[in-house]
């Protein structure tokens, strides 16, 4: 605690720091300058001390880091938010950058903090290069290794697959299967509502409020873990089973203006499953292509004609070749064929031949 309530005080003295100089003298501090003003800190308040230097060079670091975002955003046109001041308890992590702690049989030790005990949960690969210690919202604390590892490519596989994501179906294949919609968020919604209004009604400030705020914190890291489990377990069986994946490049923050179906998108997190079986393609030596999504489920698979059908209309009927099946297949086909004709391939392709 006393760490991260130190790297939250050099976060905020740099982002005041950073922010002043713009703001009286127009000038732009760079990381080395702000290690500069580290130094001088460290004189003014001994209690920095106690903390290993990489660990505070990191969190300016991070701050580097939000304003170069925050810097590319504007460029580009997007809605930008400044870089934040962290409050009490809104600080979470520190990272050690190479040095500074060392992994041992009876546990880590962290340089100015001392022994931990530590659950390794799996055998440790490669070589270690940073480690991030993290708190999560209930108070659990975890050891993040960062490794340098070899990939381990799987044998050669010539099954290809087009995915559509959908919230009736959570991924529909082109081969016909498909992957149910869990709905992690909306099973467990009516306890979670009745948690929020029991921290609603009690007084701020007090015990019984703290209690109620950490019964809500739980509820959401339940959801969060199970669905981050999901994504796991399913990304890890298409990377297995497929040498091809196409899935649709979606726009899930402008589909999330639809605010009936926001909460249902949200919940389903399409991105998460697309973003761990990228993760796990690359070092299986796998291939996961994003396609344009406009028209997927418009187009007839077969003979290419544009059937327009609002989405309450689940079968696709083409009038013009006859072909009559699921509206998420249909796409799932469409999604395949585009991801194959952005490697140069077809659907009949002796590269690749259709998953079933």
Known sequence: MQTLEMCRWVYNETLAARKNAWEQEHQSLSLY????????????????????????????????????????????????????????????????????????????????????????????EGRIKTLTIQRDAVGNWYACFACNVEPKPSSFNDLAIGIDMGLECFAKFSYGDGINNPRFFRRDEKELAKAQRKLSKAEKGTPQRAKCRRAVQHIHQRIANRRRNFAHQESRKLVNAFGLMAFEDLRIKNMLQNHRLAKSISDAAWRQLIQYTTYKAENAGRVVVLVEPRNTSQRCSSCGQLVEKSLGVRVHACPVCGLVMNRDQNAALNILRLGLESLGQTLEAPAFRRGA
């Open 33 to 124: 300058d702000t290690n500069k003003l580290l130094t001088i800190w460290k004189q003014e308040h001994l209690e920095l001390r106690n903390v290993f230097s990489q660990v505070l060079q990191n969190v300016q670091a991070r701050v580097d880091l939000a304003f170069k975002a925050f810097f590319r955003r504007v460029k580009t046109g997007e809605k930008a938010g400044y870089p934040r001041f962290r409050g009490y308890g809104w600080y979470d992590s520190f990272t050690f950058k190479q040095f500074g702690f060392q992994l041992l049989d009876n546990g880590l030790y962290l340089s100015k903090i001392g022994m931990m005990k530590l659950i390794l949960h799996r055998p440790m």
